[in-house]
DNA sequence: AGAAATACCCGTACGC
DNA sequence: TGCGTACGGGTATTTC
């Protein structure tokens, strides 16, 4: 479930290894990674392309390449390694690109849900995204100014990419506990002071997962402790760090949602 | 037009 | 044990 600090671990740890490599060789397995371009397709336009740079835009990785962008967004299950060649291929190894040293990138995807999208422009692609919530240029008053715009519950606003970019189901459960605000909240009722909070507290919940290396959560099934540091999500029918009231789970825009109706009254 | 519901996937957890 | 089923999650697409 990588969300924004899980797909930020991602960039900083791809960077080192893959700048200034080559890209000489593709293996796909699964021919909707590419979409829309055919396999071929693909193919034929990465050979050959340096990577520049790796960044990243809301959920995706974007890939600088010679003359092209290219864009992974890792969905629910998707994750990125690099790995000497001829190293065995994992079950969900869908996507293979080679390099010049004698490495791979290796994007491994258990349901398919993920997409790698080879495009001219990156801020083209992402043009329709919403503000990047950790940008100076992202604002208490404008997140104010927007809410304000809105008649949605607050959850499913917080949770379209067109609205804000990255946050997903758990940091946004998280950031709404911190803020004491119940999801279903209408997003026009908040008063300045509720979002001064509440924009507080997305960016500390984001930093705080990059800061965790994105560790917090098992995500992608990577074995061993399923342990996470937050203090709503799957904590259902345990105490509220805070009241010791017993967390609920509800569904919020057919998505399930973590609160403490005690510290998130829904008036 | 805008918002809500559905489709896409499959590993996992559960019930019988 | 093994089979069947519900569930989750982000976003493009479809429906309301």
Redesign the pocket.
């Known amino acids: 479930?990588p969300?924004l600090p899980e797909v930020e671990t991602r960039v900083r740890e791809m960077r080192p290894l893959c700048v200034g490599r080559t890209i000489v060789g593709v293996r796909l397995q699964w021919a909707?990674h590419v979409e829309p371009l055919l396999p071929s397709e693909f193919e034929q336009q990465i050979l050959g392309q340096e990577i520049l740079a790796v960044e990243r835009r809301?959920?995706y990785l974007v890939f600088r390449l010679s003359r092209q962008d290219l864009l992974i967004?890792l969905?629910?299950?998707g994750d990125l390694s690099v790995v000497a060649s001829g190293t065995p291929y994992e079950?969900?190894d869908h996507t293979t690109l080679g390099f010049d040293n004698h490495t791979e990138l290796r994007f491994n995807d258990?349901?398919?849900?993920g997409r790698a999208t080879l495009v001219a422009s990156a801020e083209q692609f992402t043009a329709h995204l919403g503000p990047e919530p950790l940008d100076p240029a992202f604002t208490a008053v404008v997140l104010y100014q927007r809410l304000q715009n809105?008649?949605?519950?607050l959850k499913?606003l917080l949770?379209d990419?067109t609205f804000l970019a990255g946050v997903?189901?758990?940091y946004c459960d998280e950031a709404l506990f911190a803020s004491g605000l119940h999801p279903l909240r209408l997003a026009s009722s908040l008063s300045e002071q509720e979002v001064a909070l509440l924009w507080q507290n997305i960016r500390q919940v984001l930093w705080d997962g990059i800061a965790r290396n994105g560790a917090s959560i098992d995500w992608v099934?990577r074995g061993g402790s399923q342990q996470h540091h937050f203090a709503v999500y799957g904590r259902t029918h345990q105490p509220c760090l805070t009241c010791g009231t017993p967390i609920q789970?509800l569904?919020v825009?057919?998505?399930?949602t973590h609160i403490c109706p005690q510290c998130q009254p829904s008036g």
């Open positions: 479930m969300e909707r809301a959920k967004h969905r629910m299950s079950k969900h258990a349901r398919k849900f809105s008649n949605r519950a499913p949770l990419q997903g189901n758990i099934y789970r569904v825009g057919q998505r399930g």
